[in-house]
């Protein structure tokens, strides 16, 4: 199976590798991934080498904690505008519903099932391509972030009830103690981390502050060192955020980078370009990259896209190339 991520999961990397004196640059090279891909939160890479490189940088850097050092680090800035979106929601359950439509899309490979047995709830999480290569860093960085994530949203500093990982037990648990709020119990059969029911029932409580850095951090660029993005790419990039969510219209986008609709279309129209022609080009682009790079099936990469049925994703991709997805997968792969 081939799976690919959002390059924004590497937030952070380069000072962190850089804090243990390796280059982050040469560590990307070793596992064949360009520069940009510590620039450009919006690039695919393949989840496999995520997981090397992680594995890598623990390696070089001999810290067996370095992918829980950095899931602890990144939080909701990970998944770019969607942070945003996220601060917008009314309850932590809610907020997760829509972590796991975007993680279903732009991390294909990690699975988060949610039990709600009372008077608990459980998130369990699933790497898919654990037989593929060593996921252990990955699987740390996955989990410290979630508990990170959940932490955000409530505006506190909210810390599981429990805490399970399918990691062998490492040396020293200072930074595990300290990230998950307890020693976790390692060589469990799933990776999950516990909360009380009422987890689900908590307000979203995101500090002026708190958003403000989210904005921040998608609306420039990768590791807010430049000066904000012209407003076609911050609406390119809230699109890509929204689609999966099933909820990628002109006012949610709006929401977004902070305009009104009509404003909104007045400074595209301005720019020569309109939201459809956007929306458009987003979905035909991102059909491309996951056709032409990963095994999604036709159906799910459809809904993804925000079309009710295959049909009729299936018709507008032949508008665009002449031939319908399953033909044009099936052109590059013989080509």
Known sequence: MKYLCRSGALLGFSDLADSFGQSPLALLEHVGLPPATLRDPELYIPYTTLA??????????????????????????????????LCLQVRVGDALTLINRHLSFHARGVTIDVDTQAPH???????????????DQLLGLS?????????QLHGTELKPADVALALPAPRRT???????????????????????????????RIDSAQR?????????????????????LQVERAITALLPTGDCSLERVSQLVDLQPRTLQLRLQQASTSFGQLLKAQREKLAR????????????????LGY??????????????????????????SG
């Not at 992680?54 to 770019?80: H, K, Y």
């Not at 999950?192 to 307000?203: E, I, Q």
């Not at 009710?308 to 190339?321: I, M, P, Q, Y």
Request: aromatic residues 8%; proline residues 5%.
């Open 289 to 304: 990259e996951h056709l032409s790079r990963s095994d999604i099936d036709l159906t799910t990469l459809a809904m993804n």
């Open 121 to 135: 709830v459980a998130l369990e999480m699933r790497l898919d391509i654990v037989n593929q290569t060593d996921c």
């Open 212 to 232: 403000e850095r989210l904005n921040a951090q998608w609306r420039g660029n990768f590791e807010q060192r430049m000066p904000s993005l012209d407003l076609r």
């Open 52 to 85: 090397d490189l992680l594995t890598l940088a623990a390696q070089r850097c001999n810290a067996p904690d370095f992918g829980i050092l950095l899931g602890s680090q990144q939080g909701l800035e990970a998944v770019g505008a969607l942070g945003t979106w």
């Open 308 to 333: 009710g049925e295959l049909a009729v994703f299936s018709r507008a991709f032949k508008l665009w190339t002449g031939q319908s997805p399953r033909a044009w997968r099936k052109a590059g792969d």
């Open 174 to 204: 200072a930074n595990w103690r300290r990230i998950f709020g307890h020693v976790p119990t390692f060589g469990a059969p799933v990776s999950r981390v516990v909360y009380p029911r009422r987890l689900l029932d908590l307000p979203v």
């Open 143 to 151: 989990m410290a972030l979630l508990v990170r994530s959940i932490a």
